[in-house]
């Protein structure tokens, strides 16, 4: 079993940065994948980004270039960093860990983001 806790959400005006957290906790070690989704209200979720254990990353077209997602080992925490945000990046944000072949999914409770002036 994992579990997640996301962290960082909050309010910023359009162009400003935020940080997600995702602590881990649990059986970690089996975690391959972590992936950032989020919902926007009436919309549905769309994943934002994702790292793989032993490197390897991809993200949305929507957000490449503004948010970067990494890994820091030593608190077993998984980070959003994102930048120049916009107001259509407004949502729920949550992390999502898989392990390998995708057997076990666990999911965090989620962030919310608003953009706004």
């Known amino acids: 079993q994992v579990q997640l806790v996301e962290s960082g959400g909050g309010l910023v005006q359009p162009g400003g940065s935020l940080r997600l957290s995702c602590a881990a906790s649990?059986?970690?070690?089996?975690?391959?994948?972590l992936f950032w989704h989020r919902q926007a209200p009436g919309k549905e979720r769309e994943m934002v980004a994702a790292?793989?254990?032993?490197?390897?990353?991809n993200y949305a077209d929507s957000v490449k270039g503004r948010f970067t997602i990494s890994r820091d080992n030593t608190k077993n925490t998984w980070l959003l960093q994102m930048n120049s945000l916009k107001i259509e990046d407004t949502a729920v944000y949550y992390c999502?860990?898989?392990?390998?072949?995708?057997?076990?999914?666990?999911w965090g409770q989620g962030t919310q983001v608003t953009v706004s002036s």
């Open positions: 999502n860990a898989q392990t390998r072949g995708a057997i076990e999914d666990y």
């Open positions: 649990g059986n970690i070690f089996s975690i391959y994948t």
């Open positions: 790292i793989r254990t032993g490197g390897g990353s």
